[in-house]
């Protein structure tokens, strides 16, 4: 195989990875990636992500954004939306720019940048993403946002369920695939339960949204594949 796999379980241990040249998949299962992909589905026409919270205050003051802020699973106060994926099924969401800022996905997405090709995953589009990048004949790297700098549960599930799609075409470029794929094996078939489980999912329990974690756990619900466009996110044609 000309091609390689691996994956990153935290946005602290990026700098280990030369990304020059390859396709990167940032996957936040609870909630942001899961979120971008939902928003894209329901016809937004772009999602810029952005690290600070300060820039994206900036936008609340300009016509034509909606703008979401959350950290810690919090909604922001003064931020018209949160970083539940139900919020972004409405209609107001077809053909919006939407402006999103969160604790970690929008931080992996900014660390990734210097990627020749930023991909946003989660197991609502996982096959969509895994058909696009065979087509691509890149190296990837699956970047975890896990939380505040350490690993977690269902971000590395997503990289074992992705290594699993791809290992027909891409090489397992060291350990970490290969631990990430034996994991998805194990408990892939009660991925639900696994993951609400997770340390992150209890954390959001307390915010009185299962329901969150049981939809985001849902696989191939859309066909839609988020790239970084410039500063934004939009649908792959």
Known sequence: MSNSIDVCLSPKLIDLYDLEGKIVVVVDILRATSVMTTALAHGAKEIIPVEKLEVAKEYLTKEGYLCAAERGGEQIAGFPLDNSPFNYMKDNIKGASIVITTTNGTVAIEKSAVADQILVGSFLNLTSVAEYIKTQN????????????????????????????????????????????????????????????????????????????????????????????????????
Not at 154 to 171: I, K, M, P, W
Not at 190 to 217: E, G, P
Request: hydrophobic share 40%.
């Open 138 to 237: 890149k190296d990837v790297v699956v970047h975890c946002a896990g939380w505040k700098g350490k690993t977690n549960m269902e971000d590395t599930l997503y990289a074992g369920a992705l290594v699993e799609r791809l290992q027909s075409t891409h090489a397992l470029g060291c350990d970490t695939p290969h631990m990430a794929l034996k994991y998805w094996e194990a408990v892939k078939n009660d991925l639900q339960q696994t993951v609400a489980d997770s340390a992150h999912a209890k954390r959001l329990n307390k915010l009185n949204i299962t329901k969150d974690i049981r939809f985001c756990t849902q696989i191939d619900e859309y066909d839609v594949v988020p790239k970084m466009e410039g500063t934004s996110l939009v649908a792959v044609k």
